[in-house]
């Protein structure tokens, strides 16, 4: 089945993707390290299941970074135009953080959430209704309930597979 609004590309066309299943959950993050790498204020990632990330084309690009909590994290990006397309955190297992916005239809993906909003820039005003958190959150109780339920199940499977 084709579904327009999960594909996804970098701006020269070269890295296209997409996601076999929509993202389990999409965050807007304004921590410091996520306004230098992005040169703006924030970042929005959607979290997905990692075996539902398809790209078509070769990412030849990555670097290893110290994600916020300490632990590295991988960054994957287009080697020609540089286009930031996913990162795999260890700590994330079994999922990888694709950029929502370099989704075709990326507006049908806003951000559930804001992190790190201790460090968000003053003159950027959120609506009263916008859930905010000053640092992380914890998924379990912030998730919607589908996804968890999708993450376990992938994460149960997961691990029969590697008992085999
Ligand atoms: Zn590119
Ligand atoms: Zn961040």
Redesign the pocket.
């Known amino acids: 089945m084709k579904n327009k609004s999960l594909e996804g590309r970098c701006i020269c066309g070269q890295v296209k993707y997409k996601l076999t299943e929509k993202p389990l959950f999409t965050q807007a993050?304004?921590?410091?390290?996520?306004k230098i790498?992005t040169g703006s204020s924030?970042?929005i990632n959607s979290s997905v299941l990692e075996n539902t990330l398809v790209i078509d084309g070769e990412i030849s690009s990555s670097v290893e970074l110290k994600g916020?909590s300490g632990a590295p994290c991988i960054v994957y990006y287009c080697g020609k135009c540089g286009t930031y397309i996913y990162t795999d955190y260890s700590s994330a297992v079994g999922r990888l953080n694709v950029r929502t916005k370099t989704l075709d239809n990326a507006h049908e993906f806003p951000p559930q959430v804001h992190?790190?909003t201790k460090d968000k820039d003053s003159w950027l005003n959120l609506k009263d209704n916008v859930i905010c958190f000053e640092k992380m959150y914890d998924p379990k109780t912030t998730w919607p309930k589908e996804s968890l339920e999708r993450y376990k199940m992938f994460l149960e499977n997961k691990s029969q597979d590697t008992n085999q």
């Open positions: 993050c304004h921590c410091k390290d996520c790498l924030y970042v916020g992190i790190f």
